[in-house]
């Protein structure tokens, strides 16, 4: 008899394990890729044709309140990485961007150390200087530290005038456009909300 009880307790314990085991696979699975990025050459209808789930262009629209992202967000009190205004919120804006990968507390290459995950981060050159060869020796009337260009170094001589200086300048060279960047591949960025 005290057999039987070890068996049938042992029986119910087995399927109440079981049960813990099913529910916690399913839960998982409902929340299976949430806030995943992926890129494509395809346009949103068509690139929603070939994935589960609800996935939108990660371009700063804002989020469903009722999607499962936003949910998952709101419960582990993680809303406050995305824009608010007034009481919605807004997913990050990739249009054009590139996407880095975050420090991790604070340890890793991104020299900005308190940045949230879903910042966005203007571009900006570093600190440096040009040996000034092939320059041209050129007056400057209105010399502030950088109205000639970006290259810009004074040597010092007033020519008569307090704001007026003889400067060194660097050639320019480069292209006229608005950046500096690598070489890129242009694609639609997505993050999937809900499964």
């Known amino acids: 008899m005290k057999k039987i009880g070890l068996i049938l307790l042992a029986i119910f314990g087995f399927t109440i394990f079981s049960f813990t085991l099913q529910k916690s696979s399913i839960f998982q699975e409902e929340l299976e890729d949430l806030g995943i990025i992926k890129q494509s050459l395809l346009k949103p209808i068509q690139f ?29 009190f993680d809303l406050n990485i995305l824009t608010k205004s007034g009481d919605k919120y807004f997913l990050p804006n990739a249009s054009g961007a590139f996407i880095r990968s975050s420090n991790v507390n604070g340890e890793g290459y991104d020299p900005d150390k308190t940045r949230k995950v879903g910042s966005f981060q203007l571009h900006a050159y570093q600190k440096h200087n040009h040996p000034l060869e092939n320059n ?60």
Not at 52 to 57: A, H, M, N, S
Not at 160 to 185: H, K, Q, V
């Open 48 to 76: 929603n044709k070939t994935q589960k789930g609800t996935w939108v262009l990660l371009n700063g629209q804002e989020i469903n309140k009722k999607s499962e992202l936003y949910k998952l967000l709101d419960e582990n």
């Open 136 to 195: 041209i020796y050129r007056w400057n009337r209105s010399f502030s530290g950088h109205s000639t260009g970006p290259h810009v170094l004074t040597n010092g001589s007033d020519g008569g005038t307090s704001n007026s200086r003889w400067a060194f300048e660097t050639n320019y060279s480069g292209s006229s456009e608005l950046e500096t960047r690598p070489s890129n591949i242009s694609m639609y960025t997505y993050i999937k909300i809900s499964n």
